[in-house]
């Protein structure tokens, strides 16, 4: 078995603001495996981006309080130098953001943004930065690769500036690729060439993905693990195929019920009642509990253990479970 590349313990990252706290990031748990694709996934305000921008320490402090600990191949990221953490980033961690349009400066060639990576960590003088950005550039799927080097991002369309980003972030052959929501501008096209190029470049260098996205046909396609967040927390966790076979948490059924299948007709597409609550006014209970169709007394009032039940890689945090093992556990010890 692959050995654990990222490992987050009991991560809190929360936001100090005149309204009061934000609990961004809940104590949150879970590995990333070398070469596996960790897809986490919950609507937008969740918890998913405030998780690998508090990897990459990218959240600014004050105003906010990071507490816990991230192991990246056995370092304490929250306990290194900005040094260390600077020799870290682009080379062994680095990130495609959601946005390529704003992600790139407007005012540098593609060249020197693909080049600076590789002259700052791999201290290639500018001959051999340039051929490898050229060869980066052709392998990302971009034709004219020597044109490309010299052009702006204003000259590209939003896929190729995609990709430009990709090239980027695989500059340095990274263990760890964060992909935050990379394909949501992008028209369905362009979209599956982007998935069909990570899932290439994860079979050659394998690297392993942290994949960003609100989107469970992207999750399916790409994702061996799957992490359901719903406001700062952890609910479900589970290998993909289990999560998609059998989902146990209220709201991972109501993410999978609310997709639309190809070839089926429905009238209406399932959504999920209510809205995601405010997360300054979160209390101590199941956060779900006032959207839950299931909701019990308990689960206003104390918030549900995050534990296996019955597949030890299968976890989730909801009362309903509780309650069934309970019963079990009775009928067992009368039997």
């Given at each position: 078995?692959?050995?654990?590349?990222?490992?987050?313990?009991?991560?809190?990252?929360?936001?100090?603001?005149?309204?009061?706290?934000?609990?961004?990031?809940?104590?949150?748990?879970?590995?990333?495996?070398?070469?596996?694709?960790?897809?986490?996934?919950?609507?937008?305000?969740?918890?998913?981006?405030?998780?690998?921008?508090?990897?990459?320490?990218?959240?600014?402090?004050?105003?906010?309080?990071?507490?816990?600990?991230?192991?990246?191949?056995?370092?304490?990221?929250?306990?290194?130098?900005?040094?260390e953490m600077s020799?870290?980033?682009?080379?062994?961690?680095?990130?495609?953001?959601?946005?390529?349009?704003?992600?790139?400066?407007?005012?540098?060639?593609?060249?020197?943004?693909?080049?600076?990576?590789?002259?700052?960590?791999?201290?290639?003088?500018?001959?051999?930065?340039?051929?490898?950005?050229?060869?980066?550039?052709?392998?990302?799927?971009i034709p004219r690769?020597?044109?490309?080097?010299?052009?702006?991002?204003?000259?590209?369309?939003?896929?190729?500036?995609?990709?430009?980003?990709?090239?980027?972030?695989?500059?340095?052959?990274?263990?760890?690729?964060?992909?935050?929501?990379?394909?949501?501008?992008?028209?369905?096209?362009?979209?599956?060439?982007?998935?069909?190029?990570?899932?290439?470049?994860?079979?050659?260098?394998?690297?392993?993905?942290?994949?960003?996205?609100?989107?469970?046909?992207?999750?399916?396609?790409?994702?061996?693990?799957?992490?359901?967040?719903?406001?700062?927390?952890?609910?479900?966790?589970?290998?993909?195929?289990?999560?998609?076979?059998?989902?146990?948490?209220?709201?991972?059924?109501?993410?999978?019920?609310?997709?639309?299948?190809?070839?089926?007709?429905?009238?209406?597409?399932?959504?999920?009642?209510?809205?995601?609550?405010?997360?300054?006014?979160?209390?101590?209970?199941?956060h779900f509990h006032?959207?839950?169709?299931?909701?019990?007394?308990?689960?206003?009032?104390?918030?549900?253990?995050?534990?296996?039940?019955?597949?030890?890689?299968?976890?989730?945090?909801?009362?309903?479970?509780?309650?069934?093992?309970?019963?079990?556990?009775?009928?067992?010890?009368?039997?």
């Open positions: 078995m692959a050995k654990e590349i990222v490992q987050f313990r009991n991560l809190e990252t929360h936001f100090h603001t005149p309204a009061g706290i934000v609990k961004a990031v809940d104590n949150v748990s879970f590995s990333i495996r070398e070469g596996e694709t960790l897809c986490v996934v919950g609507e937008s305000g969740c918890g998913k981006s405030v998780t690998a921008m508090s990897l990459m320490r990218l959240v600014e402090s004050p105003p906010a309080r990071i507490s816990g600990e991230i192991w990246f191949d056995g370092k304490d990221v929250l306990k290194l130098s900005k040094k020799n870290l980033r682009g080379n062994d961690i680095s990130i495609i953001f959601q946005e390529p349009m704003s992600s790139l400066n407007p005012v540098l060639t593609i060249g020197e943004q693909i080049t600076e990576p590789l002259a700052r960590h791999l201290l290639m003088d500018r001959k051999e930065a340039k051929k490898r950005a050229i060869e980066l550039i052709r392998l990302v799927g690769a020597e044109a490309i080097f010299d052009a702006y991002p204003h000259e590209l369309s939003g896929g190729m500036r995609q990709r430009v980003m990709i090239a980027i972030a695989l500059s340095c052959n990274p263990k760890l690729l964060i992909a935050d929501e990379p394909t949501t501008a992008l028209d369905v096209t362009i979209q599956a060439q982007i998935l069909d190029l990570m899932r290439d470049l994860k079979k050659k260098f394998s690297t392993a993905i942290m994949l960003i996205t609100h989107d469970l046909g992207v999750v399916a396609e790409m994702a061996d693990y799957v992490v359901v967040m719903y406001a700062g927390k952890i609910i479900e966790e589970a290998p993909v195929l289990e999560l998609f076979q059998n989902p146990q948490h209220p709201y991972t059924k109501g993410l999978l019920n609310a997709k639309p299948i190809l070839g089926q007709k429905r009238e209406r597409l399932y959504s999920i009642p209510g809205q995601v609550p405010n997360p300054i006014e979160l209390e101590d209970n199941c006032d959207r839950c169709e299931y909701c019990m007394e308990i689960c206003r009032i104390k918030p549900p253990p995050f534990r296996a039940h019955g597949n030890d890689k299968h976890k989730t945090a909801c009362w309903l479970y509780e309650e069934e093992r309970e019963i079990h556990e009775r009928s067992s010890h009368t039997g």
